[in-house]
């Protein structure tokens, strides 16, 4: 493994907050999962959820971390909801940075929407799926997955 990695990883700002050597304002934790509060919120109870296991990008992380989350995601998606007083909300997660990740260590956004625009604002440039060619995707995506 590259030995930069490991590097990166003692250093992302999330296993500082992990550890408790960075504050934040917590709203959840069990023994493989921390939530708290994003410091730059696109909008009021804008929440992170992340793995306590070191993985920079979603595809690198274990069954347990992955699943670990997904118990708790629903949950804490419902206490935003709750909190904030929004009807809807976005989960967001970012892999790489042509994707937007900033902290490469895995973390889900959950970003409550209001009326007048507070929240997470996007471009949605969709295409139209060639039959032919998602035929061959999906045939692919099927084969890599076996
Ligand atoms: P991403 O672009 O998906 O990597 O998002 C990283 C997020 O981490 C951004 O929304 C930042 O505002 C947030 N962030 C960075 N540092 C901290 C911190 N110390 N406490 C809370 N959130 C943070």
Redesign the pocket.
């Known amino acids: 493994m590259d030995p930069w990695y490991n590097i990166l990883m003692s250093e992302t700002?999330?296993l500082k907050?992990i550890s408790g050597e960075?504050p934040?304002h917590k709203v959840y934790e069990d023994e493989s999962v921390l939530a708290?509060?994003?410091?730059?919120p696109l909008s009021p109870g804008?929440t992170?959820i992340i793995p306590k296991e070191p993985a920079a990008t979603l595809g690198e992380l274990s069954d347990e971390s992955s699943a670990a989350i997904g118990r708790v995601l629903p949950r804490i998606c419902r206490a935003v909801k709750a909190v904030s007083g929004a009807s809807d909300y976005n989960v967001?997660q970012?892999n790489g940075s042509l994707a937007?990740?900033?902290?490469f260590h895995v973390?889900f956004?959950v970003i409550p929407c209001f009326e007048g625009g507070e929240g997470l604002q996007m471009k949605w440039n969709s295409g139209t799926l060639d039959p032919a060619r998602g035929a061959d995707i999906a045939e692919r995506l099927r084969e890599e997955l076996r």
Not at 36 to 40: E, K, M, N, T, V
């Open positions: 700002i999330f907050i960075i934040c708290f509060l994003d410091i730059g804008h992170l967001l970012n937007h990740q900033a902290v973390h956004h």
